[in-house]
């Protein structure tokens, strides 16, 4: 008997058998319904939220609030469907538009267009209140508030650092450093100076140099994380006084909204995503094969990194990982690719330690994975050399990829797990 499988490649479907009794496990989220209202489910959880009082008891007139937001690197979150319901509700406590400032958490990306604004938040936000953008390259915009207990100096905004109360919005997902995104992320790194971000992420380096990254600084892990820990003690100095994130469905909707005290609030909708999207198993398999789920997940190699490292998450070690990436786009961006360049994965890392970038540790990961298992791409005739030289095996169809994994594992008689949707399910090892 055989299973057929449809996986997600660019902009199209490869089509999958396998033999029913090799198939360890097939990973996929939760279904869940989407909010069906979302005006009535953002002012519901305002009103009924986790911690603290509702946020109509929290901001008075007089009040300067400040709004920290996400910038379009996380144009998933779709603030524009609901940061229009959020000012309503300022409003009606009293806060006028004119009291309000959204700050974009850039951390160290670019600054946004105006067109991006309008792309991020939608046109009524950027009509009703004031937009800044908080550059972390920026030193003169940014004012220290303290340090942490791990020595890394805490630079933050100055608008924030002045505002009289503090709301941070986003969205919350797996996060392969800081355990899960949102909450305090809004702070460090979206409102931070540079020095802080660099001192903050140093924590996902291992302590020993030469030995890569941190075992601790993963998806799904905050107990323990350095990082996690230190971004919290940021944003604990900050005070923000609510929080409003939203928590997604597999097909990208809106599953509900977390509102109220920043961290309290924040940790119910890890838990919602972890029920979402975190997939129990009970062993790991000796060959994984996963689809990012098409395009745009799967538009480049920094894309389709997080489905690296969610299969890698799935597969015994010294196993075999067969991942389905077009990369139509297999250069970009430069910040990422540029990292092949060091052959080496020790001189990836010592310049990684020299000045940390997002997209550098990646690389460094990507390599790290790729040395421990076999990690075989399908992808692009044309993207052969460059994956190569990325340290991974290509290949260019699934067939071609199927024989080497045979050959790496000695023959027919192996496990297999199928991850569909790798770039957003995340394996958790039961037991």
Avoid at 17 to 40: C, R, T
Avoid at 172 to 191: C, D, E, T, V
Avoid at 288 to 294: C, F, N, P, T, Y
Avoid at 333 to 355: M, Y
Wanted: charged share 20%; aromatic share 6%.
């Amino acid at each position: 008997m055989f299973t057929e499988f449809h996986l997600g490649y660019g902009s199209e479907e490869i089509k999958l058998s396998l033999p029913q009794q090799q198939i360890l496990h097939v990973i996929e989220g939760k279904h869940v319904e989407a909010v069906a209202d979302i005006p009535a489910a953002v002012k519901a959880a305002l009103a009924n939220p986790i911690g603290t009082p509702p946020l109509n008891q929290i901001v008075k007139t007089g009040d300067k609030v400040c709004l920290i937001a996400s910038d379009i690197t996380r144009a998933w979150v779709r603030h524009d469907l609901f940061l229009p319901p959020l000012l309503d509700e300022l409003n009606a406590a009293g806060v006028p538009d004119s009291d309000i400032t959204l700050v974009v958490a850039l951390g160290a990306h670019r600054h946004h267009t105006a067109e991006e604004n309008i792309t991020t938040y939608g046109q009524e936000v950027v009509e009703r209140i004031t937009i800044e953008q908080s550059h972390a390259p920026v030193a003169e915009d940014f004012v220290k508030i303290g340090t942490t207990s791990r020595g890394v100096d805490s630079y933050i905004y100055k608008t924030v650092a002045q505002a009289d109360k503090v709301i941070l919005t986003g969205g919350i997902a797996y996060h392969l450093m800081a355990g899960f995104g949102g909450g305090r992320k809004s702070i460090m790194p979206g409102i931070s100076g540079y020095s802080s971000i660099q001192g903050n992420h140093s924590f996902c380096l291992h302590d020993t140099v030469g030995q890569g990254i941190s075992p601790h600084c993963i998806s799904g892990k905050l107990s323990g994380n350095n990082m996690h820990e230190d971004m919290t003690e940021m944003a604990a100095m900050v005070g923000p006084a609510f929080l409003l994130n939203a928590v997604l469905t597999p097909a990208g909707k809106f599953a509900g909204f977390v509102a109220g005290h920043w961290h309290d609030a924040w940790l119910e909708g890890c838990r919602k995503v972890e029920d979402i999207f975190g997939v129990p198993i009970t062993a790991k398999a000796d060959l994984v094969i996963g689809s990012a789920g098409g395009f745009p997940k799967d538009i480049n190699l920094y894309q389709g990194s997080k489905t690296i490292d969610n299969a890698y998450m799935a597969v015994k070690e010294g196993g075999v990982i067969i991942l389905l990436l077009e990369c139509r786009d297999i250069k970009e961006p430069p910040d990422f690719s540029g990292w092949f360049d060091f052959v080496s994965l020790q001189d990836r890392e010592l310049q990684l330690r020299k000045g940390f970038t997002v997209p550098g540790f990646i690389a460094l990961k990507c390599g790290l994975i790729a040395k421990q298992v076999s990690l075989i791409l399908v992808t692009l005739p044309q993207n052969k050399d460059f994956i190569a030289k990325a340290g991974i095996i290509p290949a260019t169809s699934l067939e071609e990829a199927m024989a080497i994994a045979e050959q790496k594992l000695g023959g027919k008689d192996y496990t297999i797990t199928v991850m569909p949707h790798a770039a957003n399910t995340v394996p958790v090892l039961k037991g």
